[in-house]
């Protein structure tokens, strides 16, 4: 279960990453270089639904993830400023917090956290 939840964070939050990416150029060519509307309805859209979609997969995975409320807290105020879900994801997955409290047991990925033994 926390292997299925944690790809599904990684995913939407690089996704969301990417939407604020391209709101910025939209807004930068809207704004800036002013060559019309720059492609902002459509990434201000998009954006717009990434960030729900983060906002409700962060709320949805972080039980299985094991997160405490600090956690929790961290990954929702990342959604705010340019391209941090994608900092929160990277400091996440170093630090085992994607990994799901039982990730030797039951096939998390465990990929930066000292193997514990397991007992069979």
Known sequence: MSNKAAV??????????FSWAGLLVGMFLKYVVELGEGGVPVFGMVHGVMFVLYLAVTLAVFRPLGWRPGTLFV?????IPPLFTWVFEKWALRRGR???????????????????????
């Open 75 to 79: 990954a929702l105020l990342a959604s």
């Open 98 to 120: 994607l990994d799901g409290p039982e990730r030797l047991a039951h096939g998390g990925t465990g990929l930066f956290v000292g193997k514990e033994p397991v007992n069979a």
């Open 8 to 17: 599904l964070f990684r995913v939407v939050a690089v996704a969301e990453a």
